[in-house]
């Protein structure tokens, strides 16, 4: 297998632009991950593919860069008291049985239609999902913006939280009760999510805020923990198939370490909604530019009748969205950041983790 | 006077000790890049290498990049304190039988 691994995988060598590339993506991505929990890689591994790194390489660098990212993520989250860490475990136990189904479903689609089929279910389910839950989330946002900043516990997570069905699990940093059979679903879709478009938090954290009834804040902070469970699992599985360019990963940790710790700080200086707001812009984005690879797929599928020079400026076109995504986002969390570091002297803490009066977990220092 | 003291409280000789151990790091690694690539794509029980290696460098690293955004004045201004979460347990009622008046003819 040793032999096998080294003979057929091609390492790229790196020049400075390469180097500059990855640093500067990893800060960006990480200032995101940090902030709304997940999100802020699904630009690198067509970011690396561009640079030549062979798909399945630039899929186990990502992830081997995630796992300690969201590591140091939740770390820093958790001393903020963000963290629920029952139900990121929970989470990430329905997510990993997600994961199984999902890559099945992937192997039946690319067994029966090819690579062409399976990258038209990527690219449809990428809109689909990111439309319909982007689309709510920042709907909610301006919602939210609009009525003075202060977010309330969603109908059907209130609704659901009634359901007695044993066992009822209580996670107290998002003072939440609920029946552990309703925790499965947001799980396993997260779960699935991750199998398909590698991004699984764009349905976790609305999952656990809109069914579950955690806050932004502790929705995103729990990402951070699912997504370690998650990564570390697929970097395992990565690294025993020797598939890690470690030089990579490390280029990006160098500067995701830095924007996740940015982005965290990011959490305890802007209202919840702030959250909700990025998160569902960047969904959008992204939608826009998973919609512009639709027709590649139709085209190859004999679907559809397109000249290559349009595709060619679709697919530019689709990766340069994904940039602005990310760096819309980056900006967002920047700015609000800024504003609230101008205003911060004189006003009192904005982050209030629980819902309904529960105690802020952030008080002034002495 | 205030302003000296927020700065004196600053991690600057923290910053530099783990930005140094982080570029060692980074140096040592990417001039030995052809043996560490070698041995880290081996696959197998190899694959304790990467795993570990990220573990360090995020340890290190991280610890730099805390450090570095304290010394640039970007930190929370308030502390955290440990959340206390709202009683959620259910009121259960109980019967409270009252006495009655029974009269036995």
Known sequence: MDGGVQETIKFIDLNLAAILFLFAVGFIGGLVSGFIGSGGAFVLTPGMMSLGVPGAVAVASNMCHKFPKALVGAYKRYKYGQVDLKLGLVMAGSAAIGVQVGIRIQRWILSTWGQAGSDLYVSMAFVLVLVAVGGYVFRDARKISRQGGEEKRSPLAQRLQKIELPPMIHFKTANVRISFWLTLPVGFATGMLAATIAVGGFIGVPGMIYVIGASSLVASATELVIAFVMGLAGSINWAIHGMIDIRLTLLILAGSLLGVQLGAIGTTMVRQHVIKLVMGTIMLIVAVSRAMAIPDCLVRLNLLSVSPGTLELLSKGSFVSMCIALTVGALMILGAMWKSKVSSAKEEPLAQPGYNGAPSRIESTP | ?105
Request: charge should be positive.
């Open chain 2, 1 to 105: 006077m205030m302003k000296d003291s927020e700065q004196s409280a600053r991690p600057i000789g923290k910053m530099v000790l783990f930005g140094l151990l982080s570029l060692a790091l980074y140096v040592f690694l990417f001039s030995n890049a052809d043996w560490v690539m070698r041995n880290f794509t081996r696959g197998g029980a190899y694959a304790a290498l990467p795993i570990a290696t990220v573990f360090v460098f995020s340890f290190v690293h991280g610890a730099f990049a805390s450090y570095l955004w304290s010394v640039l004045g970007i930190g929370v201004t308030r502390r955290p304190v440990v959340p206390k979460a709202r009683e959620t347990r259910r009121v259960v009622r109980r019967p409270r039988p009252r006495p009655r008046l029974r009269v036995e003819a």
